[in-house]
Each structure stands twice: as C-alpha cells, then as structure tokens.
C-alpha cells in the first residue's frame, strides 16, 4: 500500500511543478504594470499602459471648458484619437450620420472667429474640429436624431480631450441659425452637411477646475 502510494505521488509530481508554474506565472503577470490596449491606431492597436490612462468617472468629472491655451500645436495623431472617440459614440438606429471637419491650420481658425459670435477662443487654439450631421444619413422615421447623435459625439471628443490632457471648449452652432448658415458659407458644405458645434481645443494655459453641479434636489427617486 505504501509503495502504490509512493509511485502514485511520484507519477503526480509533473503535474503537481507544472500546476505550480502556471499559477506563478500568472500571479506574475498580474502583479506587473499590465498593458492595455486602449487607442486604435490605423487598424492597429496602440498599447497604453494602464497607470496612464486616467479611469472614466475621473475624466467625465475633471471635464471642464477650456477656452486659453498655449502656442503648443495638437497633433494629427492627437486630433485622430479625438475623431475615433467621437465616432464612438452612440445613435439612434446606428446611422451614424456625422461628418466631420478637422483643422489644425491657425490662420483658418482665426479667420473662422469672424463668423463665430462666441468662438473668439479659437484665436487661440491650435485646432478644432467642426461636428456635423449629415442629413442624407439620417433616419427617416425620426430626421431631428442626427441633433442628439452629434451632440453625443461632441461629449465624446470633450472627455476624450481631457483624458489626453488637452483642453477644449464646445462652441454652440446648431440651432442658431445664423451661426449654422454662416458656417456653412464660409466653410462651402454641401446642402446635407449641417455643423452642430465647433470644438476648439489646445494645450491648457493654466489650470482651470471643473464646475460642482451636484444637486440631490434635481433628482426625483422613484424606489422600492
Ligand atoms: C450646446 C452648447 C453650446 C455652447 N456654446 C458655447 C459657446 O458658443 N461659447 C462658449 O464659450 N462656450 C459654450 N459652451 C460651453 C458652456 O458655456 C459650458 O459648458 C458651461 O458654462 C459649463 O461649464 P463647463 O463646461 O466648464 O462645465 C456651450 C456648451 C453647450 C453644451
């Protein structure tokens, strides 16, 4: 009996040192600086890793309007990240009905403030991105959808901003209508392409902290 219990714990013992080894090794991974796949990258995936990346309810609550910045110019690869989180977002029946614009050419922003009554941020930034809904997208059984898509889009690219450590600011357009018509013009769209919001967004110039708008008052509870 003792014998067949000495061959039996002897024959055990690979499995005994590999199940050991696994369970090393993944206690290993797991206590290193883990890598996240996060941002994709022209189809490829860009590692971030994870301490770098703030978690989400601390970008949706350090989210603030930025409306002075540096001279430091945004970069494409930057505004791309921005473009990706913006198409992100949600819409009704997945149509999907953006179109954006995305500028990175000071003297076009500056010259974009004539036609903004309250963009005059843009002289300052050195990009934005101009978020439209393209109405040849929309969904015909409810056409006014494309306003609350783009304008989830716009949220989107503003935590977005904020989560690479940018600043950005929403300029209203849509549904004023002389800021959507003039816009328009001066960026020559075409009929189907209506501008919501003009983003403006840079290098934060100081540190600007975000508003409390926490009220338990504006909440009806309806509970158990
Ligand atoms: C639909 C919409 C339009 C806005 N238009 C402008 C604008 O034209 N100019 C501006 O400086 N800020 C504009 N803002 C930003 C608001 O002024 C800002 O979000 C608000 O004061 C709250 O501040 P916070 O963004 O720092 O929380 C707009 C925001 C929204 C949602």
């Given at each position: 009996?003792k014998k067949?219990?000495?061959?039996?714990i002897?024959?055990?013992?690979?499995?005994?040192?590999?199940?050991?080894?696994?369970?090393g090794?993944?206690?290993?991974?797991?206590?290193?600086?883990?890598?996240?796949?996060?941002v994709?990258?022209?189809g490829e995936?860009?590692?971030?890793?994870?301490s770098d990346?703030?978690?989400a309810?601390?970008?949706?609550?350090?989210?603030?309007?930025v409306?002075q910045?540096?001279?430091e110019q945004v970069?494409k690869?930057?505004?791309?990240?921005?473009?990706?989180?913006g198409?992100?977002?949600?819409t009704?029946?997945n149509r999907?009905?953006?179109y954006?614009?995305?500028?990175?050419d000071?003297?076009?922003?500056?010259?974009?403030?004539?036609?903004l009554?309250y963009g005059?941020m843009?002289n300052?930034?050195?990009?934005?991105?101009?978020?439209?809904g393209?109405l040849?997208?929309?969904?015909i059984?409810?056409p006014?959808?494309?306003?609350q898509?783009?304008?989830?889009?716009t949220?989107?690219?503003l935590?977005?901003?904020?989560?690479?450590?940018?600043?950005?600011?929403?300029?209203?357009?849509y549904?004023s209508?002389q800021?959507?018509?003039?816009l328009i013009k001066?960026l020559?769209l075409?009929e189907?392409?209506?501008?919501?919001?003009?983003i403006s967004i840079g290098?934060p110039?100081?540190?600007?902290?975000?508003?409390d708008k926490?009220?338990?008052d504006k909440?009806?509870?309806?509970?158990?």
């Amino acid at each position: 009996m003792k014998k067949m219990n000495f061959m039996l714990i002897n024959n055990l013992k690979p499995l005994f040192i590999s199940g050991f080894m696994i369970i090393g090794l993944v206690f290993f991974v797991s206590c290193n600086d883990v890598e996240t796949e996060k941002v994709q990258d022209e189809g490829e995936l860009v590692s971030v890793a994870e301490s770098d990346i703030p978690d989400a309810l601390t970008v949706i609550h350090n989210r603030k309007s930025v409306r002075q910045y540096t001279d430091e110019q945004v970069s494409k690869e930057q505004l791309e990240i921005l473009l990706k989180a913006g198409m992100a977002a949600p819409t009704a029946g997945n149509r999907q009905p953006w179109y954006f614009i995305a500028i990175d050419d000071k003297n076009k922003l500056q010259y974009l403030t004539e036609y903004l009554q309250y963009g005059q941020m843009l002289n300052e930034a050195s990009a934005a991105i101009v978020v439209c809904g393209d109405l040849s997208k929309v969904n015909i059984d409810g056409p006014e959808y494309w306003v609350q898509d783009c304008s989830a889009v716009t949220q989107n690219i503003l935590l977005a901003v904020e989560a690479i450590g940018l600043g950005a600011v929403w300029i209203g357009v849509y549904p004023s209508m002389q800021r959507t018509e003039d816009l328009i013009k001066v960026l020559e769209l075409p009929e189907n392409i209506i501008p919501l919001s003009v983003i403006s967004i840079g290098y934060p110039d100081g540190e600007q902290q975000p508003k409390d708008k926490w009220d338990a008052d504006k909440i009806m509870w309806i509970s158990k």
